[in-house]
Every structure is written in structure tokens, then in C-alpha cells.
């Protein structure tokens, strides 16, 4: 429970109680979550942690049944998609949420395409181009539709929209999930500029080393309820993992210990010295 | 035959550049390409061409009446309403959902029109604008159906169909039926007034070059910003082609009594559909729902007034075809917009490739699919068959139809281009 945001830095997003339930399960109770310009904060937690319910309330997929959301200093109701994106909060969904019949530059501009009533095709193909790039994305042709594209191909495209109309705060949900090893690093890369341009950065992933690679502080979530925050730079795995699980005996832990005690039998070191032991 | 617009040091286009796309330049380019995209199943209007070739064919060689300028001249005409309703089907088609009352809202329509018109003397302009407002009510009550109520409107248009055609019987009363006055304008468009020849003809050199501008801007555009375009000549070829069709169709048309007034005003409203569907921001919100709704959602579309857009649409051309109909038989009765209006308006969608699975569709494949299913009526009447086979016979086309957009749906999926 360290990491204090420096004072130079001004608060884009902030959650204050906030509490979801889907009728009897109360998917998110009084999560508390700030988020600064230029600022990755990491959310991870274990499956039916409240991760990507949190992540649909931001994005105005769902709406909170309490708890106040300011942004940029004043309060707001996130009702829907369309409000969460007129406020500058752009979300990259685990699902991506693409239109399989519609090309790339279809889906990329969807709902904000230039000149409505006479569509600008040349302008909108060449901002995606560049944006394609931009996110060294491999794609051969962008007037194909986005059936034909495979998983990581999506994923950049995904990312690719959330770009487009410059947002302040940027969610990625899972966002390397489905990426090859240079499209995991390209997505760190982005990240990192998008601190770099002044952005919120609000990131989920179960991947603890892409957390600790670009994250800033770290959110842990655990049934519905902030369960820790900490300083990303300076915290070890395992305190994060008690964090999620809830307990420092835990399944982890019991795991990394029944393998230590079996090394030290068997006089065998080093062999599976994981990750999680750093 | 290429112009040098910009000519920068010859590098590859933008959209060109990937080194595992296979290079499609000029016209065996272009060729090759389409070639291309129909082995993948993206056969577009292809079947259509080759069945209106068929059903040509076969008839001008059962009854040389068949391809005659003035059966023709009739063909065109009739198909006129029931196309108009048709476009209004592919508008929901292409957000997944379907009416099935587009006959009766017609028929419902067309008595509204008709009895304000002759029996309470009401202006025509006024009467065709109340029908117009009720045929836009009845729309939007399948879209608050659907959104607020979740009712499919499979269901809700099915309701529709027996409730609007028991209004129509109702407004109508015991007499069944009212008589449009022959010099009454709703008449008039609909059997009598037919372009001049000579209006014609200019008519279809401005659509050759209207074709030809805006696919020459197209390509200017395109190459300033250095991305692929169409090779000049394909364009040259494509609106030379155009011209010389739509001249030949007129002038043969011309030679009985031309191209009727409401034909101009069907294939007007097909062009306008044409470019909402394809041009602007809500005709891709059209696609995007039909396609996805969810993610549609979720990049800010409103998606409950796509689909209050799209059923208040069909319902509102709906009621014009009803009332063209009315026109074209002088008289509205019991069974306007009944019989086979409803099945072959939305059998003239799917024949014409609009998909039944949504997302997927043009507003060309009313009119393309409104021709198969009145060349095939036309030429069985010729035959001296009667309905009976009309019915089978078209009922087996739509099977045709719709065998061959699930196939190349199928195919779609296969190569990759679902």
C-alpha cells in the first residue's frame, strides 16, 4: 500500500465507492480507483474478480448502481458507450467488439466516421494506415473484412480504434492476450508513448510481467473489493499474488513451497527456480 | 490511357505495400480480382445477371411476346410497387430483423389513400401524407417493439400482417373496393405518364457520365494520397458500357410507349437508398448492427434508432408502394397488398443477394430481384398458366435464392471473408 502519485500530477479519473450487482451477486462493491495523466495503473485479480465488470461500468457498457465518477475534475454519469467515449475514456474490450462483416476502416471509424452525411473513404483509409503503422500492425490490406483477419490482427486493429479520436483515458482489457511475442512488446511500447503523451493508462492483465514492465501502480481486485494497491516498481510477485488470492497461504504459494521442499530433497537446485520465487 | 496525376518516384501504394499482397493492377487486375472474390463467395449480384439471362432465354423461346418492347414496358411497370417495397425489406433485412406486413401496411395504406381521395374528397397530396404518417407510426411501433419489449419482429410484423390487413377491410366497408378516377395524378404517374424519348436518352447519357465523375474523382482522390485506384480506362469502359445499355434498353422501349414516369421515380429511390446505405454514417451503422449490435453499442452507435430508422423506412416505402400499386390498378380493394406482395417483396430482396442473416446487402438487389420475380410472372402469364404456377415456380426461385446466399455464406466463412 505505498505509491503516492506525485504532486505535479493532476487526477484524470476518479471512482469513489462505486458498486454493481447483477440481481443477487454483487459483482463490485465499493471499488475506489484513481487514475492520473500519464499514468499506467495495472488492475489485475483472479477470475470473477470484478476486473472487466469494472472496466463495462468505465465504458458505459453497464452503469453503476452507486458510487460517484469524476472526470477531469467534475462528476459524471457514464450512461452509455457514446457518453464514455464523448468524455475522452476510449475502451479496448476483451471480446474487441469488431464487426466481423465490416472491413478494417469500416471498423475503425465505426460511429465516428468523417463527414456522416458524404463518407470521406480516402481521408479515413489513409488515418488508418498511418494508425496501422503507428502500432506496426501486420496487416496486408485494410479492405478486407475483419473475418479474415486472425486473432492478433484484431487485437491491433482493436487497440488501433481505441486511437482514434483522442481520448484521455485509454482501457485495455487483456490487451496481449491474444499477441505474438513482437506484437506483446509493440502493445508495451504503445503503452509506454501513450504515458509518455500525457494519458491514462488503465490496463488489465493476468500477465505479472507485462504489469511490472509498464505499469505504475497496481490495482488488485478480489471478489468485488480493492484488495491492495501498490507501487509497481518497487513490489514483488508474491505480495501481489497474496494480494489476489487473499492470503499468503495460498494455492501459489503452497505450490512454489511443495516444489522448493522437493528441490532441496532431491539436492536438485535452480531447475525450477520460477518466476514466482523472484 | 493512364493520367500521371501525381507521378512520385514509382514506390508502391499506401494501401500496396504489404509484400504479401498479390499485385492487381489494370484491368486483368481488376478481372482477376473479381474473379477472385466470387470463387470465395462474395458473388454479389452474379447469380441475379445469370438467372435474369436464363428466364429471358427460356421465355423468348416459349412465346416470342416474351422480349417484345411493349411486354417489356409492361414488365418494368409492374414491377415498380412491389420494388419500392422491396427496398424497404432490405433496409431491415440488413439489420437482421424482417416484416412480414409490408403487404398489409400497403394494402391498409393505399385504402387510407383511397378513401380520403374519392369518398371524402380530400386533396391527394394531403391524403398520400397522412398514409405516409401512419405507415411511419406503424414502424415505429415495431421498433419500440423490438427495443423496448424484445418482441422478435418475426412476431410483432406477424401480429402486423393480420391486424393492418383487418383495418384495411374495415376502412374499405362493404363495398370492397374504391375506384381511382383516371385523371386523378396517382393514376396518371403510375399508368399514363411516360418520359419523353428524347428526355430519355439525355437522361441516360447523365447517368453514364454521373457514373463516370464520380469514379473519376474517386480516382483523383485516391492517387493524391497515394493509394490504389481504379485505372482510368476501367472507368472509361465501365460508364461507356452503361450508356450504351441504358440508350439500347430506351430506344427499345421507345419504340412502344417508353419509360413510364413512376419507373424514373423507382430507380431514383433505389440510387438514393444506394448512397445512404453506402455513404453515409448511418447507412454503416445499418451494416454495423446487423453485423454485431453489441459492438456497435459499444462504439457509441444508437442502436435503438437504427432500428427505429429502419422499420419506420420499410413501413414508410411500404405505403408508396402500396399507393403506386393502387395507381397501377386505378382502384384500392380487399385484396390490395394481399396474395403473394408480401412473399415476393421480401423473396425480391433475398433473390437480389440481400442476406437474410443481416449485415450483408445493397439496395440494388431490390431492383434486380423485383425483375426476376416480374419477368417470371410476365412470362407465365404469357404462357397462359395460371397463378398456380407462378406460386411454385417463384416459390422455388426464393429456395434457389436463398440456397445460394447460404452457400456463399458458407464459402464466405471457409476463405475467410465471412
Known sequence: ?278 | MTTPTTTPPRTAALDQSDERLRQSEGLRGALKSFLDSVRAGDVGALPVVVGLLLIGTIFQALNPVFLSSGNLVNLILDSCAVGVISLGIVCVLLVGEIDLSVGSVSGFTAAIVAVLFVRHNVNWVLAVLIACVVACVIGLLYGVLLTKFGMPSFVSSLSGLLAFLGLQLALLGTQGSVNLPFDSKIVGFAQLDFVPPWLSYVLAALAAVALFLSGYETMVRRRRANLSARPLNLLVIRSVALLIALELLFWYLNQDRGVGWMVVFFVTLVLALNYAITRTRWGRSLLAVGGNAEAARRSGINVRNVYWSAFVLCSLLAAVGGILAAGRLASANLSSGTGDVNLNAIAAAVIGGTSLFGGRGSAFSALLGTLVIAAIASGLTLLNLDSSYRFVITGLVLAIAVAIDSLARKSRVSHGRA
Not at chain 1, 16 to 42: C, M, P, Q, Y
Open chain 1, 1 to 278: 500500500m505505498t505509491t503516492m502519485p506525485s504532486p505535479t500530477r493532476t487526477t484524470l479519473l476518479s471512482l469513489r465507492g462505486v458498486s454493481k450487482t447483477f440481481g443477487a451477486v454483487n459483482a463490485l462493491t465499493d471499488i475506489d480507483l484513481d487514475v492520473d495523466a500519464g499514468e499506467v495503473v495495472a488492475i489485475v485479480g483472479d477470475n470473477g474478480a470484478g476486473k472487466s465488470t469494472l472496466v463495462k461500468v468505465l465504458a458505459g457498457v453497464h452503469q453503476a448502481d452507486s458510487g460517484s465518477i469524476t472526470f477531469d475534475g467534475s462528476d459524471v454519469q457514464i450512461a452509455d458507450p457514446s457518453a464514455a467515449i464523448h468524455l475522452g475514456i476510449a475502451t479496448v474490450f476483451q471480446d474487441l467488439s469488431l464487426c466481423e462483416n465490416l472491413n478494417v476502416v469500416e471498423n475503425l471509424f465505426l460511429g465516428q466516421e468523417l463527414s456522416p452525411l458524404r463518407l470521406d473513404e480516402v481521408a479515413m483509409e489513409v488515418r488508418s494506415w498511418e494508425l496501422l503503422r503507428q502500432l506496426s500492425a501486420k496487416i496486408p490490406t485494410v479492405r478486407i473484412p475483419i473475418a479474415s483477419l486472425s486473432g492478433g490482427q484484431r487485437q491491433t486493429v482493436a487497440i488501433a480504434r481505441s486511437l482514434l479520436g483522442d481520448p484521455r483515458v485509454i482501457i485495455l482489457d487483456e490487451p496481449t492476450a491474444a499477441l505474438g511475442v513482437a506484437q506483446t512488446a509493440e502493445v508495451l511500447d504503445l503503452i509506454e508513448r501513450l504515458r509518455e503523451r500525457g494519458l491514462g493508462v488503465i490496463m488489465i492483465s493476468h500477465n505479472m510481467e507485462d504489469v511490472r514492465a509498464v505499469a505504475d501502480r497496481v490495482v488488485v481486485l478480489r471478489l468485488g473489493r480493492n484488495n491492495g494497491e501498490f507501487d509497481a516498481h518497487t513490489v514483488s510477485s508474491s505480495e501481489v499474488v497474496a494480494a489476489i488470492t487473499g492470503a499468503t497461504d495460498n494455492v501459489v504459494t503452497r505450490r512454489r513451497d511443495r516444489l522448493q521442499n522437493l528441490e532441496e530433497q532431491s539436492g536438485m537446485a535452480s531447475s525450477h527456480d520460477g518466476k514466482e520465487t523472484t
